[in-house]
């Protein structure tokens, strides 16, 4: 899984820092969490509980709507 602060590419050991930063700069900030259904549920909780230990409360989960067909699993299931 791919991670990017303010759309440059991140790797998760630089994610603590830039977040303190982050909070130093502007304690009220909001922050944007954009997963696509491939991302890895783990990771975004890892980054969930990095923006939480570096101070900042205000977070968002942005959500894209999922296509008429979904595989769940190895299923494949229509939606009407």
């Known amino acids: 899984g791919a991670v990017f602060i303010n759309q440059q590419p991140s790797t998760m050991a630089a994610l603590p820092s830039l977040l ?8 009220d900030a909001l922050v944007l969490i954009n997963a696509d259904q491939a991302a890895r549920h783990g990771l975004v909780v890892a980054i969930l509980d990095a923006v939480r ?3 900042l409360q205000r977070v968002s989960l942005q959500t894209q709507a999922v296509s008429k ?3 769940i699993g190895t299923a494949a299931s229509s939606f009407p």
């Open 53 to 55: 230990a570096a101070g």
């Open 20 to 27: 303190q930063d982050v909070r130093v700069r502007r304690a």
């Open 69 to 71: 067909t979904a595989n």
